[in-house]
């Protein structure tokens, strides 16, 4: 029999018959996996068994996609738990932002999907989102850039920051939903707009302004300042009293090296930690990060490129973007924990002409040169939108639906269960159900399209984002370069 449920149950048999909608009888039971439920619909009527009330919300999500149109639920017995552990998805309001109740609506939806980890990416080059009342500069400079930039036309003034209610608000909204908040202040790199307030924290101390360009830039933080140090931590912890989960990201990718290379502080803290490379110089800053969040009761994370020094901290985990498959191998065969969120597969801000969903869901989370015991360090799947490009939220919802659909299935499901046809069957068959909680879908004719005709849609798509705007801001002279 079919049945549209996302993601797909591990366990699903349909016994006959039907049973009209009713509350369901909950029975708590310790044998039960912490994220599973056994959901039986009978003509007597509907039980769910879970050990825990986040067993118990996932099993009333099974139960919302399992309604027939008239009302009724088809008769089955459901026994689900997740594949991995960890599943989410993450939001740029960096570049970017959107409103609390568009990002309410994303957290709607991924609470459907099962999703558990909501990453909130607000720090980067071109802003700084979050309320201080410690750094009240972060506000008044990092939080504001000179234009909308990123090849628009618009040259108004962008900017703003989520007070702390506002942040409190989407934190209980999560919570609720079960869903954790991982809060990410990217550091060392991608700061420029944090240094546009405070230029003392960078090596060389030039004035710089929040970005209005997409890339990547020397100016980055001093790793070998001790007042750089003391003010990043004491900025961690101003953040850390508003996410109470337990991760929190600290970015560590894209840092190039220049300014550290010529930089005497840098080159001391690297002979007094012996420390033989400025990608091991980059390990101990984050290292040193992570020790003072360990303090707040919190766990490190960061992108794989704090990987190549080869000293991160056993216990930082690390978010493999862009490692084709080795050095986060190593670490996870080395009991390192990993997330999996490969840049070619599951960042939802290229277009589907690059990335289409059937590239996505197809994409098995596990890589390969895992041992057995390494495979128990993966733990799951994270899906990132990032906004230099995507800033309406019908837009936003366009690039995100189906394709986060298709990896919470993957994050869910196992690997046996998982297939193209019928998951794109399924997923259109849940437009009504999002566009009534506010979320649209691309339409199905442009989830996989045809080889030619993704060249020609990544043509049309390069040149609108790529217009003479932006490439004469690729041109003009760069404050940062040397
Ligand atoms: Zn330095």
Known sequence: MLHHIIPQPNDLRFTGGVCPAQRPLVIRDAAVPPEGYTLTVSKEGISIRCSTEKGRFYAAQTLRQLRNSDGTLPCCVISDAPRFAYRAFMLDSARHMQTVDEIERLIDAAALYKFNVFHWHLSDDQGYRIESERFPRLNEIASYRAMHGFGSLDRTRYGGFYTKNEIRAVVAYCEQRHITVIP??????????????????????????????????????????DETLRFCCALLDEVCELFPGPYFHIGGDEAPKHRWQQC???????????????????????????????????????????????????????????????????????????????????????????????????????????????????????????????????????????????????????????????????????????????????PQAQWDPQPLLRLQKLAQHYKKTFNKETILSFLQPKDDAD
């Open 184 to 225: 990410e202040i990217d550091l060392p790199g991608h700061t420029k707009a944090i240094l546009a307030a405070f230029p003392a924290l960078s090596c060389r101390g030039d004035r710089v302004q929040p970005e209005t360009r997409a890339g990547v830039f020397r100016e980055i933080m001093c790793a070998g300042s």
């Open 264 to 442: 005497d502080k840098c080159k001391e803290r690297m002979a007094s930690a012996h420390l033989d490379s400025f990608e091991a110089l980059q390990g101990d800053f984050i290292n040193r990060l992570a020790t003072h969040l360990r303090q707040n009761g919190k766990r490190a994370i960061t992108w794989n490129e704090s990987l190549q020094g080869g000293n991160l901290a056993p216990d930082v985990i690390t978010a493999d973007w862009m490692d084709r498959e080795i050095l986060c191998v190593r670490r996870a065969n080395n009991g390192g924990d990993v997330i999996m969120e490969d840049f070619f597969h599951y960042y939802l801000d290229y277009p589907y002409a690059m990335t289409p969903l059937k590239k996505t869901y197809d994409f098995d989370p596990l890589p390969a040169g895992l041992c057995e015991a390494g495979k128990q360090h993966i733990l799951g799947v994270e899906t990132p939108l990032w906004t230099e490009f995507v800033e309406d939220f019908g837009h936003l919802c366009d690039m995100m639906f189906p394709r986060m659909m298709a990896v919470a299935e993957r994050g869910w499901t196992r690997e046996a269960l998982c297939d193209h046809a019928d998951f794109s069957r399924r997923a259109e068959a849940h437009r009504a159900l999002l566009d009534a909680m506010g979320i649209s879908m691309l």
